[in-house]
C-alpha cells in the first residue's frame, strides 16, 4: 500500500519561510523522481517542483526559482521543500507525488500517479 505523508504546512507572514516535508512508504521509491505542486483555491493544481531519484537534477517553476529547494533523503523516503521568501500568492494546498515511471523528472500532473493528500500553506501580508 503506498502512502504520502505531508507534514510543516500552516501559516506564516510575508517574507517568511517554510518546510515541507514528505515521507513515502509502501515500495522502494529511492528509484523515482518525486514532485511538488500546488492547489490555490479557484485555480489548477500547478507544478512546483521536482527532484530526480539521485537528487542530481531538479526543476523548478519559474515562479519559485531562486525562493523554494526541493532535496530529498533516500535513507528516509522523504522529499523537502524549503520556501523561503514565501508571498501570498503562495498561498495554497501543497501536494507531494511519485511518477508512474522511473524515467525522467516529470513536470505535469499527468505523469504522477501516486499523491500525498495535501497539506495547507498559507501566507499573510
Known amino acids: 500500500q503506498v502512502q504520502l505523508v505531508e507534514s510543516g504546512g500552516g501559516l506564516v507572514q510575508a517574507g517568511g519561510s517554510l518546510r515541507l516535508s514528505c515521507a513515502a512508504s509502501?515500495?522502494?521509491?529511492?528509484?523515482?523522481?518525486r514532485g511538488w505542486f500546488r492547489q490555490a483555491p479557484g485555480k489548477e493544481r500547478e507544478f512546483v517542483a521536482a527532484?530526480?531519484?539521485?537528487?542530481?537534477?531538479?526543476v523548478y517553476a519559474d515562479s519559485v526559482k531562486g525562493r523554494f529547494t526541493i532535496s530529498r533523503d533516500n535513507t528516509k523516503n522523504t522529499v523537502y521543500l524549503q520556501m523561503n521568501s514565501l508571498d501570498p500568492e503562495a498561498t495554497a494546498v501543497y501536494y507531494c507525488?511519485?511518477?508512474?515511471?522511473?524515467?525522467?523528472?516529470?513536470?505535469?500532473?499527468?505523469?504522477?500517479?501516486?499523491w500525498g493528500q495535501g497539506i495547507q500553506v498559507t501566507v499573510s501580508s
Open positions: 507525488a511519485i511518477p508512474d515511471t522511473i524515467l525522467g523528472v516529470p513536470t505535469s500532473a499527468a505523469g504522477y500517479d501516486y
Open positions: 509502501g515500495r522502494f521509491f529511492s528509484s523515482y523522481a
Open positions: 527532484i530526480s531519484w539521485s537528487g542530481g537534477s531538479t
